[in-house]
C-alpha cells in the first residue's frame, strides 16, 4: 500500500530514481525535498495527505539546500522563520557567482 502511494506521486520527480525501490519510511526525506522542489500542486496535496505542514518544515529544515521560492513558501507556510533552515544558513555563507 505505501509503494502504491508513492507511485501517486508525478513521475518526473523520481527521473533518476527506482520509484519501485522507494521506501516511504527509509526515504521520506528524499520525497518530501523531491516534492518541494520539483512538484506539482498535486504532488503537494498528497504529500500533505501523509504530513502535516509541521511534520514537513522539520524535515526542510535539515534539507542542505533549497532553493529560494521553495524556502520563502515552506517558511511562508509553517510561519517559520527562514533562519531556522539549515539551507538558508550555508547558502549565505557560500554564495554563488551569479545570483539570478
Known sequence: MVSNFIEKFSP????DTDQSK???????SYI?????EYGLFSD???LRSRLS???IAKQAKQFR???TKTLAFISAISNTPKEEFR?????????SHWNF
Open 12 to 15: 518526473h520527480l523520481f527521473w
Open 22 to 28: 522507494l521506501d516511504w519510511t527509509k526515504h521520506r
Open 32 to 36: 518530501v525535498e523531491r516534492v518541494l
Open 44 to 46: 503537494w496535496q498528497l
Open 53 to 55: 505542514v509541521t511534520e
Open 65 to 67: 539546500q533549497l532553493d
Open 87 to 95: 539551507c538558508y544558513n550555508t547558502k549565505q555563507s557560500n554564495q
